[in-house]
C-alpha cells in the first residue's frame, strides 16, 4: 500500500491533487489518486513510475512502508504562512529524516542524543532561561569560550538539524517518532539566512528544546533570552566588554562579531540585558543600524559570516561514508542525498568542486 508515501510526497512537493493530475498529463485523474492515497486503489506499474519522476522520488521510496511522525511542532514562521505551507514544510522534514535515519542504519550508528541532565528546565521568569543556558553549557562541556560552528555542535550531542528552503520558516523544532523506538529532537532552519541569524535562530530553537517554561511567561522571549545566553555567557561578556560602558563603537563591536559569531545587533541587544549599557546608548546604537540599512537588511551587516559556517553536512558525510564502507550502493546515496546519479559521480570525480548537500 503507497497512500501515507504517495500524500507526503505530493504534500512535500507543494502539489494539490490537481497539480499533480496535470503534471502527470491527466493520465491519472486527481479522484484516482485520491484513491491511492486512502489505499482505496493501487496504481499499475507504469503509473506508478510516472507518480515517482512527477514527484522526484524512487518507486522503492513510493512503495516503502511510513513509520515516522513529528510530535510537538512549532513553528516560528511569518504571519501568512498557510496551512498548506506548514504541511510542505512538515512533510519535507519527514522525508529528510527519513534519509538522515537510513544512513544511520546502514552504518549501525547509535540514534540517540545527549539528553541534558534536569531538562527541560523550569522557566518561571525569562531571567531563568539564562540559568538554564549555563547549565546546558556546563552539561555539554563547552565552558565559557564562543561556540565556532553551532550546527556541528547540535549534530554532535544527537540532535538531528536539517535546512530547507523555505523563506517563511525563521525555525522549527520538533520531535521525530518511528512506530518503535524513542524520539529524537529536530530542528530546521531556512538555508536562504545568513550565518549570523542561523546561529541566533538554532540556540533559540535549542531553548524550545531544553526549556519548560510557565504559561504566564512568553515563551519565544525565554528562548530568546536562552539563545543570547547561550550562545554570549555574561562572564564571556563582561571580560570582553565590561560590566558597564557609556559607549561602544562600532568598530569594537565588529570585533566582537569575529568572536562572539553573532551580528552586531545581537550583541548590542545582549549588552541591554546583561545591563552593561543603558536605554540611550541601546538606542544610539540601533539607530546607527538603522541608518547604515542594517535593520532591513541585516544580511548587509559589516563583516558577515561565510554563508555556508552553519549549513548541516553530516547527512552528506554519512551518505559518503555509507558508500566507502560498502554500506549503500550509489543509486541509493544519490537517491538519500536528493541528486542525480551524474551529479553523485560528477561530486566523486571533482571533490574540490563539489556542492555542499542540505
Not at 510530535?71 to 498557510?82: H, I, Q, T
Not at 538603522?290 to 559570516?305: D, N, S, V
Request: with cysteine.
Amino acid at each position: 500500500m503507497i497512500g501515507q508515501r504517495l500524500r507526503l510526497a505530493r504534500v512535500a512537493a507543494g502539489l494539490s491533487l490537481r497539480d499533480l493530475e496535470a503534471k502527470l498529463e491527466s493520465r491519472v485523474t486527481a479522484q484516482a489518486l485520491s484513491k491511492y492515497e486512502r489505499d482505496e486503489m493501487m496504481p499499475s506499474s507504469p503509473v506508478l513510475i510516472g507518480l515517482a519522476r512527477a514527484l522526484d522520488v524512487s518507486e522503492e521510496y513510493l512503495l516503502g512502508e511510513q513509520d515516522l511522525a513529528l510530535d510537538g511542532v512549532e513553528f516560528r514562521k511569518k504571519a501568512d504562512m498557510s496551512a498548506r505551507e506548514e504541511a510542505q514544510v512538515e512533510a519535507r522534514v519527514l522525508q529528510l529524516l527519513e534519509r538522515y535515519l537510513t544512513v544511520e542504519e546502514a552504518l549501525n550508528l547509535p540514534i540517540e542524543w545527549d539528553e541534558p541532565r534536569g531538562a527541560p528546565y523550569p522557566v518561571n521568569s525569562v531571567g531563568e532561561a539564562e540559568r538554564a543556558a549555563f547549565m546546558l553549557r556546563e552539561h555539554w562541556g563547552l565552558g565559557l569560550d564562543p561556540i565556532p560552528n553551532f550546527v556541528e555542535l547540535l549534530e554532535g550531542r544527537g540532535i538531528k538539524v536539517l535546512s530547507i528552503d523555505a523563506e517563511k520558516v525563521d525555525g522549527l523544532t520538533a520531535r521525530v517518532r518511528r512506530k518503535t523506538g524513542t524520539s529524537l529532537p529536530v530542528i530546521v532552519i531556512n538555508q536562504g539566512d545568513w550565518s549570523e541569524r542561523k546561529r541566533f535562530n538554532l540556540a533559540h530553537e535549542l531553548g524550545h528544546l531544553v526549556l519548560d517554561v510557565d504559561a504566564s511567561i512568553d515563551c519565544e522571549k525565554a528562548a530568546h533570552r536562552f539563545a543570547g545566553a547561550f550562545l554570549m555567557p555574561a562572564e564571556t561578556m563582561w571580560n570582553e566588554v565590561g560590566k558597564h560602558r557609556t559607549h561602544i563603537s562600532l568598530l569594537e563591536l565588529l570585533r566582537l562579531k569575529e568572536i562572539l559569531g553573532a551580528s552586531c545587533q545581537a550583541i548590542t541587544y545582549r549588552c541591554k540585558d546583561l545591563g552593561v549599557i543603558a536605554q540611550p546608548l541601546y538606542e544610539d546604537l540601533f539607530n546607527l543600524f538603522k541608518e547604515k540599512g542594517w535593520r532591513t537588511k541585516p544580511y548587509e551587516e559589516a563583516g558577515a559570516l561565510s554563508p555556508a559556517k552553519e549549513s548541516p553536512r553530516r547527512l552528506e558525510r554519512l551518505c559518503y561514508r555509507a558508500l566507502a564502507e560498502g554500506a549503500i550502493s550509489e543509486a541509493k546515496t544519490a537517491e538519500l542525498l536528493g541528486i542525480s546519479a551524474r551529479e553523485l559521480n560528477r561530486r566523486l570525480d571533482e571533490p574540490e568542486t563539489a556542492g555542499t548537500s542540505h
